[in-house]
């Protein structure tokens, strides 16, 4: 994700009312107290579930035309206990659960706080598969919390970070627990429905259209992405035979398609960078929406529109965050953070090849930005934590864990790991790290043990000053760096 200077404020996160029949509602009365659970993470305590490994979602949405109405879904899980259940949480909020059925037995549900807890006919044993069939809606109205649908001019995207994927569809809802998708979306006709990964199916049925699409790696909740609206899908073809499909407003197809005509490009850069790209496409959607940001959702990032049609931003710049959202796909799409503390590997690295980018290609000097970095960092470090150990949400924000510290912050961590191990082993270390640890989870200790390896010393130290330190290290190779005080 990067935040654009355009955010303001957030809403915050309210629980929302998941309403059950009065049949369930009276069996799940007699039971004990059901309450949410979660994993642990430390920025998210209650983020995920415990007890089982989810290998497979498969999610249906059936889209009326109409952004401001629920749509009807059905959501299937296929997971494998990890733990015996007597009763499985799944995060999920802002819809109505009509009925829940686990290995093709009808169970009983409740909900507490944000999570679906459903108690299934007969325990399940540890080291079995488990299917969960949910039948509900999907809001995309706003309400309290924040974003999880973005409504369009013309219709719907996805903007699931940090944790909103559960208020479009219920799942467990952290990145250590990725999985493949498949999205099976039916809208009128006259619109286009476009998800992560491949077209499998595509249907005419009266007024409406049906698409199928699956994801060929697996991916977490926070990066699926469904767009629906009046779009066009445009075609090209990146590196190796690549596809490239962008996903734009179709009255906007002449005044963007010079941008995208970019990506090819900018992917071989990248891959000079740090090896093939991990995944089977690529592309851009394109949304007429405010959202003050943009997402490196799975295949498909989102843009808002406004990026690319405003004047007063600078085509370098526009370039360069195209290239941000790009680098993601590798760092922090196939190589995702084990808990929201290893965000700094996400938006450091993003933000790296962001600058770099600009340094190649516009003459916009890395040393230039990194020093003004090292002069806020003590500042941003004493607001937000230092990057690998940042502090919580603000309350009812959760995506305010996304602050300075974790962007320019984080690149000034890697920009000091080159100046320390030389431009050569940082390289090797950026090529071995994306492929060690592809279309996987990985934490900070990772990195830090393979930089190390890499190096062929023990570089404990230096990351122990650089990520958990409150005050920013002296900058290698540049005593006369200095830091501003920290505001208080």
């Keep these: 994700m ?103 037995t009808p169970a009983r549900f409740a909900t507490s706080d944000e999570d679906l807890i459903v108690t299934p006919a007969q325990p399940v044993p540890a080291g079995l598969p488990l299917h969960i069939t949910v039948r509900h809606t999907s809001d995309p109205r706003p309400g309290k ?68 699409y699956r994801t060929r790696h697996p991916m977490a909740t926070e990066l699926a992405q469904v767009s629906i609206g009046r779009s066009a899908v445009l075609h090209q073809e990146g590196p190796h035979g690549l596809p490239v499909r962008d996903v ?14 970019k990506t090819p490009a900018q992917i071989a850069w990248m891959e000079g960078k740090v090896g093939r790209y991990p995944f089977e496409n690529y592309g851009l959607l394109i949304a007429e929406a405010s959202t003050g940001f943009e997402l490196e959702t799975q295949t498909l990032s989102l843009f808002e529109r406004d990026l690319f049609t405003r004047p007063e931003y600078p085509k370098w710049y526009v370039d360069s965050i195209m290239v941000h959202e790009l680098a993601h796909q590798w760092f922090g ?62 309350s009812g924000e959760k995506i305010s864990i996304f602050r300075p510290v974790v962007y320019d912050g984080s690149a000034l961590v890697l920009y000091a790991l080159r100046q320390e191990i030389g431009k050569n082993a940082f390289e090797s270390l950026e090529r071995e790290w994306v492929q060690t640890h592809r279309d996987d989870t990985a934490t900070t200790a990772d990195f830090t043990d393979l930089a190390s390896k890499v190096a062929g010393r023990d570089l404990s130290g230096f990351f122990h000053a650089w990520l958990y330190g409150a005050k920013t290290p002296p900058m290698p190779g540049h005593p006369d760096w200095k830091t501003q005080p920290a505001r208080k």
């Design 2 to 104: 990067l935040l654009s200077s355009r955010l303001r404020t957030r809403t915050p996160r309210t629980a929302a009312l998941l309403a059950a029949g009065a049949s369930v509602a009276l069996l799940a009365a007699a039971a004990p107290q059901p309450a949410p659970l979660g994993i642990g993470d430390r920025l998210f305590p209650h983020l995920g579930n415990p007890g089982y490994d989810v290998q497979s979602y498969d999610i249906a949405f059936a889209y009326r035309g109409d952004n401001s109405k629920p749509l009807d879904a059905v959501t299937k899980i296929d997971a494998r206990t990890t733990s015996p259940l007597d009763r499985i949480n799944l995060d999920f909020s802002h819809g109505t659960v009509r009925s829940v059925e686990v290995n093709g």
């Design 145 to 212: 919390q924040e974003i999880g649908w973005v409504r369009t001019k013309d219709g719907l995207a996805m903007a699931n970070q940090a944790d909103a994927a559960h208020r479009v569809f219920p799942c467990n809802d952290h990145p250590a627990d990725k999985a493949y998708f498949t999205f099976r979306v039916t809208a009128p006709k006259n619109l286009t429905a476009v998800a992560n990964g491949r077209p499998v199916a595509t249907a005419r049925v009266g007024n409406t259209t049906s698409w199928v």
């Design 248 to 261: 734009v407003p179709a009255k906007d197809v002449k005044a963007l398609r010079p941008w995208l005509k």
């Design 333 to 394: 799409d196939s190589v995702s953070p084990r808990t929201w503390s290893d965000l700094w590997l996400n938006e450091g690295h993003a933000t790296w090849y962001e600058a770099l980018y600009a340094q190649e290609k516009a003459d916009q000097p890395m040393e230039k930005r990194m020093r003004a970095a090292y002069q806020n960092s003590d500042t941003w470090r004493a607001a937000g934590g230092p990057p690998a150990a940042p502090k919580g949400p603000e």
